[in-house]
C-alpha cells in the first residue's frame, strides 16, 4: 500500500480535517489544528506531507520520526500539530487495513466505558447553571469552566472575590450532584494563583486546570504543595520533552496532552506512560471535533491512568456546526450516564461525511480568539 494524496479541509466552527488516501482505495482522517491558526498548521501539514507521498502507510513509527526528526527545526505548536493530524490518519488507515479498531492494534481495551466532561461557558453564574442544566439533560455530570475574566499580574481582592462567588453559586445551586474543574486557561499569574487557590479550596473542585501557563511551570509544583486541589495543565505542552521536565519536577495531578496538538496517538501514547510511571493521570484535551475526540479515545481505552476525556457537544464555540454534524455513525458517539463506550468501527472508528465536510469547507471561517486588554490598555491573557 502506498500513500497517494493528502487533503485538508477547513470547516466551521473551527476546525480542519485531513485524509489520507491510498492506492488500494483504503483513506484515514486526521484533525490537526490549533484553534484560530488553522491556515498556519494546514500549510505545515502539506509541506510534512512531502515526505509521506509514495511511503508505505503502515509505517508509522518511521514516517513519525522522518516528520519529526527530518527538519533541523521541530516541536512546538504548529509543527505538532500538522504532525498530529498526519499520525492520525496513519492508524486510521491502519486499523481499516486490518479491520480492527486502533485500541485492538494498542493491545486491547483496559475499560469498558470512559468518563466524559464537558466544557460550560459564560462568565455569569446564571449562564453556566442554564449550561450545566442543558448538559444534565445530556446525560453528563462532570464539567469544566472558566475561572476568572481577565486578571492583572496582580490584581485586587475584589477580582478574586469575584471568581469565587461564581464558584460559590454553582456549588450552592449543584452542591455535590456534580463534579466540575476550574480552568484558569492561563489567566492568572504566579502572584495571584497562590490567593486564587487558597480561596477556592473550600469548594473542592475536581481539578484547576493551567493554574499558571506551560511558560511557567516551575510554579506547579510550588502550587501544589500550598494546595489540596489537584492541578492539572498540558494542553500547551507539545511532546514527551515538555512533559518530562513537568513530570521530574512534580505537581501536577492530572496531564492533558492534546491529540490535535502534541503528535497525535503515538506521541501522546508516551507521553500516558510516562505519566503513569509518576502515579500521574491522564485527562486528554479536546474541545474539537469528532476525529479528534475518536483519536483521543483510542488513547484513553488503553492507557490505566486515563481518568476524564473532554468533549465538545454544545461548547459555546461550536458555532455553525456541532460534534456529530460531519459524521455517519453518530449513535456510536451516545454517552450514557456520562460515560461512553468503544467506538465499534475499524480505525479511529469515526465515519466523516465526506460531502458535508467538503460542501462546509467552501465557505469556512477564520476563527480567531478575541484579544483583551487590560484596564491600562496592556494585552490580557485570553
Known amino acids: 500500500m502506498k500513500i497517494t494524496q493528502i487533503q485538508t479541509f477547513r470547516v466551521p466552527p473551527r476546525w480542519m480535517f485531513l485524509k489520507i488516501d491510498t492506492d488500494e482505495g483504503i483513506s484515514g482522517w486526521g484533525e490537526p489544528v490549533i484553534e484560530g491558526r488553522a491556515r498556519t498548521v494546514e500549510a505545515a501539514v502539506h509541506e510534512l506531507g512531502e515526505l509521506l507521498l509514495g511511503r508505505d502507510p503502515a509505517r508509522i513509527n518511521d514516517l513519525w520520526q522522518a516528520m519529526y526528526r527530518g527538519g533541523f527545526y521541530r516541536g512546538g505548536a504548529v509543527f505538532m500539530s500538522a ?117 477556592l479550596e473550600p469548594y473542592r473542585p475536581l481539578f484547576v486546570e493551567e493554574p499558571v501557563l506551560a511558560e511557567q511551570a516551575e510554579y506547579y509544583r510550588r502550587l501544589s504543595d500550598m494546595t489540596s486541589i489537584p492541578l492539572a495543565a498540558g494542553e500547551r505542552m507539545y511532546s514527551r520533552f515538555e512533559f518530562k521536565r513537568v513530570l521530574e519536577q512534580g505537581g501536577l495531578a492530572i496531564l492533558q496532552p492534546d491529540l490535535s496538538h502534541a503528535g497525535g496517538i503515538s506521541e501522546c501514547l508516551r507521553i500516558a506512560a510516562m505519566a503513569e510511571a509518576y502515579d500521574v493521570t491522564l485527562a486528554p484535551h479536546c474541545p474539537l471535533g469528532p476525529v479528534a475526540l475518536a483519536a483521543c479515545l483510542q488513547v484513553d481505552f488503553v492507557s490505566y491512568n486515563a481518568v476524564l476525556q473532554e468533549q465538545s457537544m454544545g461548547i459555546h464555540y461550536n458555532q455553525g456546526a456541532e460534534l456529530l454534524d460531519y459524521v455517519h455513525n453518530a449513535a456510536d458517539f451516545r454517552m450514557d450516564g456520562g460515560y461512553i463506550e468503544p467506538l465499534p468501527l475499524p480505525g479511529l472508528g469515526v465515519e466523516i461525511n465526506e460531502e458535508r465536510v467538503i460542501e462546509a469547507s467552501r465557505a469556512a471561517p477564520d476563527w480567531r480568539n478575541p484579544l483583551w486588554r487590560h484596564a491600562d490598555g496592556s494585552v490580557a491573557e485570553w
Open 83 to 199: 504532525i498530529a493530524g498526519i499520525d492520525q490518519a496513519l492508524w486510521d488507515i491502519k486499523g481499516k487495513a486490518m479491520g480492527v479498531p486502533v485500541y485492538q492494534l494498542l493491545g486491547g481495551l483496559v475499560r469498558d466505558r470512559m468518563k466524559i466532561y464537558s466544557w460550560v461557558g459564560g462568565d455569569r453564574p446564571a449562564d453556566i447553571v442554564a449550561g450545566i442544566q442543558t448538559l444534565q439533560a445530556l446525560g453528563l455530570n462532570t464539567f469544566k469552566m472558566n475561572g476568572t475574566e481577565e486578571l492583572a499580574m496582580l490584581d485586587s481582592a475584589r477580582a478574586v472575590d469575584a471568581a469565587v462567588e461564581r464558584i460559590a453559586g454553582i456549588r450552592s445551586v449543584f452542591g455535590y450532584e456534580i463534579e466540575f474543574g476550574i480552568d484558569f486557561h492561563g489567566r492568572v499569574a504566579w502572584p495571584m494563583a497562590k490567593p486564587l487557590l487558597r480561596e
